[in-house]
């Protein structure tokens, strides 16, 4: 029998599994090409990643290129191994 309590809360938002997804496959993604990618708005991307970080699944680096602003993003070791145990429980919940 499967527990759903391995599931993990943080990433039930398609969001958020979005952007763990991206991290997984890629180093370091910038703010703009993650907007793009996900086809979402800055407000949802800053919120949804705001909550990862604060749970230390990924981190966030603020720099300037030049005169302008750049935020990047890349998942963190826990951040991978929760993500890894979430695909996990979904896939015994869907019997692979």
Known sequence: MLNINK???EFESRVRLGIMSVLMVNEWVDFTEMKNLLE???GNLASH???LEKSKFIEV???FVGKKPRTSYR???SGKEAFREHLSGLE?????
């Open 7 to 9: 599931l993990n809360k």
């Open 40 to 42: 979402i708005t800055d």
């Open 49 to 51: 990643s705001a909550a």
């Open 61 to 63: 680096k603020k720099e």
């Open 75 to 77: 998942v963190t070791e």
């Open 92 to 96: 015994k919940l869907l019997g692979k």
